[in-house]
């Protein structure tokens, strides 16, 4: 079985694996030239620290004598990303307490699951890269849970003398149990639409994402006691 998911009709793929869409566009090198509509000028100049900090850090492995450095640009990538995770956990903790909103935990929920699909998913949904969009999905939270986490807490009980971090575990056993159950209907859902992408399909997986982050809220600040 080739692909889990199975790709769009208009996405053709010929006998060298390439799709008609990927050899008409074509993977191009970044390039910093000013657009020519307003539009693009002002995505430009707001995402400009941004590009240009990725430009000057990263090898671009889509130009050919670039290539050779793919290890590099992979390493550099994930210190970006810690990095630039920082920045907006930072910043939103900031925002929330200089307007005393007092729902800091579900903004951060609602910036994580924008910026993880704005970054990854999306872009190879876009594609028809239906495998990779679950790959990456899955693979998001296993590298989030082995590394993600311990590393700070590493980081942490070495600079303090390796003493225990206290975490606040108030219905975290009933937030996995909760989290094995979204992932259970995952993938029931997928199954029963055939191992294909659908508007249904994503409603209802989006429906899902939401009672389980709803579940989790009340769980955490105590509306509903872990019997566990």
Not at 82 to 94: D, E, G, I, R
Not at 128 to 149: C, E, K, P
Request: hydrophobic share 55%; charged share 15%.
């Amino acid at each position: 079985m080739d692909s889990m998911l199975k790709r769009p009709v208009d996405n053709f793929e010929d006998v060298n694996g390439k799709t008609e869409k990927e050899e008409e566009k074509g993977d191009k090198p970044l390039s910093l030239k000013w657009p020519d509509t307003q539009c693009k000028q002002a995505r430009y100049l707001l995402l400009l620290p941004v590009i240009l900090s990725l430009w000057l850090t990263l090898p671009d492995v889509r130009n050919q004598k670039s290539r050779k450095f793919f290890v590099l640009t992979f390493l550099v990538s994930i210190l970006w990303i810690a990095v630039f995770s920082y920045f907006m956990v930072w910043w939103t903790h900031q925002v929330v307490e200089t307007f005393a909103i007092g729902i800091f935990d579900p903004i951060l929920i609602g910036v994580a699951a924008e910026s993880s699909i704005l970054i990854s998913t999306a872009i190879v949904t876009r594609k028809g890269l239906g495998d990779m969009a679950v790959s990456s999905s899955m693979g998001r939270n296993i590298f989030f849970i082995t590394l993600g986490l311990p590393l700070p807490w590493l980081l942490f009980s070495s600079v303090h003398g390796f003493a225990p971090l206290p975490v606040d575990t108030s219905g975290l056993v009933c937030a996995m149990m909760l989290l094995f159950l979204a992932l259970f209907f995952f993938i029931i859902s997928i199954a029963s639409f055939k191992w294909k992408m659908s508007k249904v399909l994503g409603f209802t997986l989006l429906l899902v994402y939401l009672i389980f982050v709803v579940l989790c809220l009340v769980l955490h600040y105590g509306y509903i006691r872990c019997p566990l």
